[in-house]
């Protein structure tokens, strides 16, 4: 049955003119409707199955992340738009209006669709770049969420020249006029478009990155760069959002450096008694002989300084000339048993200092890096030295400054009673 022949049957009906033409019309979209359902049951059911059985036994992996991300699938919603964006002007040859209707709708929808698209194909592409190892260094989640933003704008621009029956090129013309406007909307966008480019060229952070900014309450992995936002996994699992200007604004401390050293930093103080220091005697010289670590120092330092003590004339006595300490004679042990520790890396930063003493004694600091960077390691390795260190500290006549208790007020009374 042709067009003409399904006029003529209409019109057999008997209707008048204006509702055999209103009737024609009906049946010509119902038609019309019918083939791009038609085209839409192929599309989805045949020809898309069919690109998901290829994609699914090639050895190929961006086209698996074009899947997922429905890259396809969306694509198919242009097929039915398509034919009542080619069929209408034939369709309805005789109403103009009912075909630049038809055909501004099927326009707008593929605009619509198109976006969409777009963006699933451009979150597939984020996807494979972020496989790469030159995704931690150089992020482009923002940028791709900018490429996404300019679509969803010229896309609105384009439906609501379609819905006015205006050109679009008016709309770009009074963009000007709506500057201001739009940097206020668009304020944060903006801000984090410049902060992202900025970290990003510099090298500041990236993905993975262990970051602390107490400012925002934020310790931990980045998990996202974005146009907008930086989200941090903190250590106790919990999530923080920081506005992405905010790291250029303010300050952050970005742990990187440290993973890609191959050291973890141990910086801790040993509080000393100033009341326990004091110069060593023979009976003590003795006992560090024993000590296999510190023997040859020992020794070594006693001939050094009997020389030194026998060369200028020095007459015995407590303050006269040079003499061995066990402050000192500690400080000599720390640094023995740090370089024969297998944990300690003996290429980095190695310390141990004497702070200036405070009215809690004198702080005898420890600066060295553990070579195992793990978390639960690293704080293994630190207790297990100090453990160690602080049961050594009275071998040497030492004793570590504690703040009293209530227990060591109760005895100062005892014993004051007692008197």
């Known amino acids: 049955m042709n067009l003409d022949r399904a006029r003529e049957w209409v019109e057999s009906f008997g209707l008048s003119d204006p509702v055999t033409e209103w ?21 989805k059911r045949i020809v898309l199955q ?31 738009a398509l034919v009542f964006h080619v069929a209408a002007p034939r369709v309805f040859a005789d109403h103009e209006t009912v075909a630049g209707a038809v055909q501004s709708g099927a326009l707008i ?27 931690r260094h150089l992020p482009l989640t923002a940028f791709m969420q900018v490429i996404k933003l300019v679509l969803f704008i010229l896309g609105f621009i384009f439906v609501l020249s379609q819905l006015l029956g205006k050109s679009p090129v ?21 801000l984090g478009l410049v902060a992202g480019v900025q970290l990003s060229v510099n ?26 936002t930086v989200k941090v996994q903190n250590w106790d699992k ?41 110069f060593c005697d023979d009976e003590m010289i003795a006992k560090f002989k024993k000590i296999e670590s510190i023997r040859e120092y020992v020794e070594s330092k006693t001939e050094e300084i009997q020389s ?19 402050v000192g004679t500690f400080r000599a042990y720390v640094e023995a048993y740090l370089k024969n520790h297998p944990k300690i890396h003996q290429d980095m930063t190695f310390l141990v200092r004497q702070l200036p003493p405070t009215e809690k004694g004198l702080p005898l600091e420890i600066y060295v890096f553990s070579s195992d960077q793990a978390w639960a390691k690293y704080e293994g390795i630190q207790a297990d030295i100090f453990d160690h260190l602080l049961a050594a500290v009275p071998e040497f006549g030492l004793r570590l400054f504690q703040s009293p208790s209530g227990e060591d007020v109760a005895m100062l009374a005892r014993d004051g009673a007692a008197e």
């Open 109 to 135: 929808y593929m605009v619509v669709v198109g976006i969409w698209t777009a963006s699933s194909f451009l979150n597939a592409l984020s996807e494979i770049y972020e496989r790469t190892e030159r995704s």
């Open 308 to 326: 030194f003590n026998q060369e200028h004339d020095v007459e015995e006595s407590l303050i006269n000339g040079r003499r061995l300490t066990n």
């Open 238 to 278: 919990t999530i923080s959002t920081i506005p992405t200007y905010a790291l250029i604004s303010d300050s952050f401390k970005n742990w990187r450096g440290m993973d890609e050293s191959g050291g973890r930093r141990i910086k801790r103080s040993l509080p000393i008694d100033l009341r326990s220091i004091r």
């Open 23 to 43: 009737v024609w019309v009906a049946l010509q979209l119902v038609a019309l409707v019918l083939i791009a359902v038609i085209v839409n049951f192929v599309a």
């Open 170 to 190: 008016v709309f770009f013309s009074g963009l000007g006029a709506f500057t201001a406007v739009l940097i206020l909307v668009f304020k944060d966008s903006i």
């Open 50 to 80: 069919v690109v998901r059985r290829v994609v699914e036994r090639s050895n190929i992996e961006w086209d698996d992340v074009f899947l997922k991300q429905q890259v396809f699938d969306r694509l198919s919603h242009l097929a039915p």
């Open 203 to 228: 090298d500041m952070v990236a993905k993975g990155d262990w970051i602390s900014m107490p400012k925002y309450g934020a310790d931990g992995d980045v998990l996202e760069v974005s146009l907008t």
